[in-house]
Structures are given as C-alpha cells and as structure tokens.
C-alpha cells in the first residue's frame, strides 16, 4: 500500500468520525430550539409577550417513565391581562410533556 493511499483513507476517517461524533454530541435538542418551539405551538394560540427557558436539562419521572426535560414559561397578553403558562419540554425529541397555567 503506498503513502499516499494510506494518508488518504487516515484523512476519510478521521473527517468521517468528527461528524460522527458531533451527530452523536446532538443527541439533545438546544434549549433555544426547544423554547422556540414551544412558541410556535403555543403562539398558534396566543400572543405571547415574554418567555424563558432554564437552560440546564432536567430530571423528571412520571407515570413511572423518567424523562430529561427543560422547564421554562410563558406570558401571553389577553384581553383581561398577562397570564403565564409553565410548560416541561423533553430533550431528546422536542415535545411538549406538559403546558399549565399559573393562577
């Protein structure tokens, strides 16, 4: 086998296992990308006027399933006022595990 055949198959792999690894490190969605989605849904809805995410995943169990989740909220504008909503997020697939409203 020549140098150059060598070197070239050594590059292949080493690019091909670089975006290997950075498809595996995205395993989870970004909290940025998970709030926006949780505004498109729920701006379907409702004017929003605020959010936020906290931005470190995490742990929650329900209905004996655990789940690695983003917690964040919501202000919407109404005609009687601002109302928040809370809402979990799960990491890995983007849904909407649960959307409640803060009385």
Do not use: C
């Amino acid at each position: 086998m020549s140098t150059k055949k060598f070197l070239a198959g050594l590059g292949v792999g080493l690019v091909a296992g670089y975006f290997i690894r950075e498809s595996l490190n995205q395993a989870n969605i970004s909290p940025e990308r998970a709030l926006k989605n949780v505004k498109k849904q729920a701006g379907a809805h409702h004017q929003i006027s605020g959010s936020w995410i906290h931005m470190v995943p995490e742990t929650l169990h329900r209905n004996e399933m655990t789940y690695e989740v983003y917690i964040g909220g919501l202000s919407t504008q109404t005609e009687s006022g601002i109302v928040q909503y809370d809402f979990v997020v799960d990491t890995k697939t983007g849904t909407i595990i649960e959307m409640s409203k803060n009385e």
